[in-house]
């Protein structure tokens, strides 16, 4: 684990109002997602994100959640990095809110944002849909095309894709 990164995913955690916690599947989507979210948006988190298994996914952020989520169990602090910028922590908090309880939104936002970045930077997002849906419904996920268009207009709307 890098304290560097710990202490920065405990800072954006805490930051956007959301408790760090990998209890259960959606739990662990979340403290994947927002992270590669935020990193999109401009907060350097120090974390490398690779597709894998139909989503963007990053060993070293699931490590330092796992190791995170015991030390707050067993009541031993993390010290937070005063090195984020708080502007920028507080706009994505505001981006965020409505989003953060909700794993497959953040799911379907990453992975949009991760394939249009490294798979298909020359096409639109709308074409990029298709990629997303025909990844994802292989036997394990099923978005619905018209979920998918309202995350595309949530992610639009504020500003997190253009």
Not at 125 to 138: A, K, P, R, S
Request: glycine letters at 4%; a negative charge.
């Amino acid at each position: 684990m890098s304290q560097e990164r710990s202490q920065k995913l405990v800072s954006l955690f805490e930051g956007i109002g959301k408790e760090l916690s990998m209890k259960e599947l959606e739990d662990r989507l979340e403290v994947q997602k927002i992270p590669y979210l935020a990193q999109e948006f401009g907060i350097d988190l120090g974390y490398s994100f690779k597709w894998y298994l139909k989503v963007p996914y990053s060993k070293q952020d699931t490590s330092d959640g796992f190791l995170i989520y015991e030390s707050l169990k067993n009541d031993q602090q993390i010290p937070h990095d005063e090195s984020l910028d708080e502007q920028k922590l507080r706009e994505f908090r505001e981006i965020i809110t409505p989003f953060m309880n909700d794993s497959i939104w953040l799911e379907i936002a990453g992975s949009l944002l991760f394939l249009k970045k490294e798979n298909y930077p020359e096409r639109s997002y709308d074409e990029v849909i298709g990629f997303l849906i025909e990844d994802l419904t292989c036997g394990y996920k099923n978005f619905d095309e018209d979920l998918v268009r309202k995350v595309i207009s949530d992610l639009r709307n504020n500003q997190l894709i253009k």
